[in-house]
């Protein structure tokens, strides 16, 4: 990728187990090209990608792999994939690590809607479903068979170190203007907003980071005193303090409301429902549109130009996913503040984000961290400059097209700094979040959830939280260590 063509000056085989690698620059991150989860540099078979003159084009079917699974069968319209277990399964890394995989055969299907979903675990068709809040909660009131992640609220997938949220293009206004980013903001009540996206079930997050792991006792509550004394910029002399450290107090509040039964503890709300978010503070939302321009009558919002403010958020077609719980639930705060505001479903979301042809979607507002450690040179970095390319074109870094020199700045030091030197990773990652907070290229709204709902009757043990022993999702490629590990029922 550009990324490492960057960094990389040349590759040498030294011999049939070493390759040297000479940097343009200093990086002490660069082997993490190899270790990462998404972006990570796949070693393909070379003896079939060889043959091809265009391997970017090479479809790769069938598929061969050295996992203990092999391709079986499929859909030709791309609605199912049949795996068989290998009869050589002992050979793969995971048939050595953790023993034989129980299911013979692995079935991944696609369903057109989440009501399909449903009705196919309740009758015992389907395994392992993925669904919404509400879908979640359709399927443990009518099954007897069926568990969530975890047994009691939140019930949900809550280890994810993902930031969801809303992402701005700031290449296109007027989203290049930090005062109407933070507008957008102060125009959320986020208690109605967290229970349009999850039914109050996920964990805020008011900084680019997701609330979880070691990221609340390095990031999130050292910085909440400087998120407390945070300003805006209204105008005519006018500070505001953005910060409500009192927010989760008000969800736990109204997820009571809703029914939930949890304990009532500070310990457990901040768990649950994390350390504070943004105030609902619409009439200086007002304030700083109308210091750019913007105009409100009838109700309705104008655009300096005098045109009326329309904004689409983008968001793929799945609707379960939270890129569109996201976009839902911030349509409905922007229709309410005066916006002409609506939700687009596309399928070629990506492509769109990726050349910039969007005004506001439910990408990830940062790169999610890697999930251990204090590092957060992955999330940084995706803003860096270099990256950035210009409209029309397919972008290298974060889909804002956000950067600055002082995140540049801060991305270089951190670059150079010794990723075992934890008291200078943090200092130098808390000036990161602080500069992405004051420029808003993206808003943080709650940590990546999972409302996946587990079928008993065939299988038990899945790695629910009294017993997380792996990853609990089957779309990532971590599944096939749970394998070894679900007892069949007999059934």
Known sequence: C????????????????????????????????????????????????????????????PYVGCGPYKLHSYDPQGFWTAWERREDWDKSPTGIMYGQPQPKYIVIQAFDTEGAQILAQLQHQLDVAELSADGLKALLAQSKTSRAYQPTFPFVVNNDPCITGILFNTARPPFDNVDVRWALVLA??????????????????????????????????PMHEWLKTFTLDVGNGETFAPYDPDVPKRIAAYAKSRGYVFPDTPEFI???????????????????????????????????????????????????????????????????????ASVLSIENNDGLQA?????????????????????????LDRWNSAYKKPLGERTQGIYSRWSSDTMDDIIKRLRETDPFNTERVVAIGIEGLQEAVKNMP?????????????????????PGSENAYCEPYTHWPNFKYMTPFLKPTGR
Request: negative net charge.
């Open 2 to 61: 550009i990324r490492d063509r960057d960094n990389v000056a040349s590759v040498t085989a030294v011999d049939d187990y070493t390759v040297k690698f000479v940097l343009k620059q200093p990086n002490s991150r660069f082997h993490t090209t190899f270790l990462d989860r998404w972006g990570c540099t796949r070693i393909m078979p070379k003896h079939i990608f060889e043959k091809e003159a265009d391997p970017v084009q090479f479809p790769f079917n």
């Open 188 to 221: 959320i009540d986020i208690v109605e907003y967290m229970s349009i996206a999850v039914d109050s079930t996920g964990t805020l997050s008011p900084i680019h980071i997701p609330h979880l792991g070691p990221y609340p006792e390095l990031y999130h509550k």
């Open 270 to 340: 901040e768990k649950a429902f994390g350390l504070g978010w943004y105030k609902y503070a619409p009439d200086i939302a007002e304030k700083l549109l109308v210091k750019n321009g913007f105009s409100k009558k009838d109700g309705k919002w104008f655009l300096p130009n005098g045109e009326p403010w329309k904004i689409s958020f983008m968001c793929g077609t799945i609707l379960t996913n939270h890129d569109a719980r996201n976009a839902q639930a911030a349509v409905q705060q922007w229709k309410k503040f005066g916006i002409d």
């Open 355 to 379: 050349t910039g042809d969007f005004d506001i979607s439910g990408n990830w507002p940062a790169q999610e961290p890697w999930g251990a450690g204090p590092d957060l040179y992955r999330v």
């Open 442 to 462: 993206g808003v943080p709204t709650y940590g990546y959830i999972g409302f996946v709902g587990w079928d008993e009757y065939y299988w038990t043990n899945w």
